[in-house]
């Protein structure tokens, strides 16, 4: 099968696994590394240290030191939930807390990777023969959405996520590096945020900057999901009822209200009681129900010590 056929034959297999984003793009450096270091260097990853040690900081900038016989990589995209299809419930005398939409199903990290893992499969039978590949959903030391953008999926918004014109950006990215030669499409050069700043001015913790980046420390994900130490005082009070994540900005952005779908892929359909959990209810769960209730769900991330952090923040609120 010549390159163009079979990069024709794994986009159109890869949507019949779900994903609804597919592009192919080169192992050279990812055209912002320099931001992503400014970004580091800065202090504004907060504790995410994992992001700033060498090995990482190394490996984003030159992917073939992950695999050094990659030749291409395939970016993909895989929809979650639109949090609008689970709108806040508003029972006066029962308060609720938020969960970020991302994560009302399954764990995209337990879903995703067999999905990948098909799709190589594929791609060596058509070959006849063993490919070398490495695969990644979000925990890879790569840039995943400047990936995106030059696989040409989409552009990098002001709200900093990746935004794809027909679908918003309620969706996952994943990739497949390849020691095989397929031929990248082009980058997506468009920057369809115009004038617009709802994103900018919707964040309640002002973290979202003009470059295209994020002030993390500030950020409702971060002190939610990543952060393992106290929610500074002063910021508690910014969290609305997000009790874990936050999809604010997301919701502000004119390209979701207008073209996300409501439904993801079925493994992140919300699971009852996980978008809107009673806060009496949850505050109650002991260690052993946590874990019950969030089997297999990224909310476990935040552990039970955490989560009932957040709870009690908003609580507070
Ligand atoms: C660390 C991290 C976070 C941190 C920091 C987020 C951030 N914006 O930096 C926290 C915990 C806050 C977070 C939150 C969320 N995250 Co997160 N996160 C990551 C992770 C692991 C690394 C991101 C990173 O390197 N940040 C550093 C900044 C500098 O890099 P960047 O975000 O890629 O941004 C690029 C732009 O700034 C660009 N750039 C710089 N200057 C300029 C200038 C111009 C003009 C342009 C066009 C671009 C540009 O270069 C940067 C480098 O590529 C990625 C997975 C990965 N390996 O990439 C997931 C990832 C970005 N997260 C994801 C998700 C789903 C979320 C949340 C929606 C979850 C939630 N609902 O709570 C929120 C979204 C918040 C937001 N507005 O970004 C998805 C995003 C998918 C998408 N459509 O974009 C990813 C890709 C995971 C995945 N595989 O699906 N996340
Ligand atoms: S996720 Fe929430 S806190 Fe973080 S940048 Fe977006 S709106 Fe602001
Ligand atoms: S809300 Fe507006 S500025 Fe922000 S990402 Fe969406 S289109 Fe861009």
């Known amino acids: 099968m010549n390159p163009d056929a079979l990069a024709r034959a794994v986009k159109e297999q890869s949507r019949q696994h779900g994903f609804v984003l597919a592009g192919i793009t080169t192992p050279?450096?990812?055209?912002?590394?320099?931001?992503?270091?400014?970004?580091?260097?800065?202090g504004q990853h907060a504790d995410m240290a994992y992001l700033a040690d060498d090995r990482s900081r190394a490996r984003r900038a030159d992917p073939c030191l992950i695999l050094p016989e990659c030749r291409s990589i395939l970016v993909l995209g895989m929809p979650y939930s639109n949090p609008q299809s689970a709108p806040l419930s508003n029972e006066p005398d029962t308060p609720r807390g938020r969960v970020a939409a991302y994560a009302w199903g399954d764990d995209y990290h337990l879903v995703i990777p067999k999905k990948l893992q098909a799709l190589v499969t594929f791609?060596?039978?058509?070959?006849?023969?063993?490919?070398?590949?490495?695969?990644?959903?979000?925990?890879?030391?790569?840039?995943?959405?400047?990936?995106?953008?030059?696989?040409?999926?989409?552009?990098?918004?002001?709200?900093?996520?990746?935004?794809?014109?027909?679908?918003?950006?309620?969706?996952?990215l994943a990739e497949i590096l390849l020691g095989l030669e397929l031929p990248p499409d082009p980058p997506f050069t468009?920057?369809?945020?115009?004038?617009?700043?709802?994103?900018?001015?919707?964040?309640?913790?002002?973290?979202?900057?003009?470059?295209?980046?994020?002030?993390?420390?500030?950020?409702?994900?971060?002190?939610?999901?990543?952060?393992?130490?106290?929610?500074?005082?002063?910021?508690?009070?910014?969290?609305?009822?997000?009790?874990?994540g936050c999809d604010i900005?997301?919701?502000?952005?004119?390209?979701?209200?207008?073209?996300?779908?409501?439904?993801?892929?079925?493994?992140?359909?919300?699971?009852?009681?996980?978008?809107?959990?009673?806060?009496?209810?949850?505050?109650?769960?002991?260690?052993?129900?946590f874990n019950q209730k969030f089997k297999d769900s990224p909310v476990k991330r935040a552990k039970h010590r955490g989560y009932l952090r957040n709870i009690l923040s908003v609580i507070d609120n």
């Open 28 to 42: 050279h450096p990812p055209p912002h590394f320099n931001s992503f270091q400014a970004w580091l260097d800065s």
């Open 123 to 172: 791609i060596e039978e058509q070959l006849g023969q063993p490919i070398p590949n490495r695969y990644y959903t979000d925990t890879g030391p790569l840039l995943e959405r400047d990936l995106a953008q030059r696989a040409g999926l989409g552009w990098i918004g002001k709200n900093t996520c990746l935004i794809a014109p027909q679908q918003g950006s309620y969706f996952f």
């Open 190 to 244: 468009l920057d369809h945020c115009g004038n617009c700043t709802r994103c900018i001015e919707s964040c309640p913790t002002g973290c979202i900057l003009p470059n295209r980046t994020m002030d993390a420390r500030r950020c409702i994900s971060y002190l939610t999901i990543e952060n393992k130490n106290e929610i500074p005082p002063e910021l508690r009070p910014l969290l609305q009822n997000w009790v874990f």
């Open 249 to 289: 900005c997301q919701m502000a952005c004119p390209w979701n209200n207008r073209f996300a779908p409501l439904a993801g892929y079925p493994a992140f359909a919300p699971r009852p009681g996980i978008p809107n959990p009673v806060l009496a209810e949850d505050m109650a769960l002991s260690a052993g129900e």
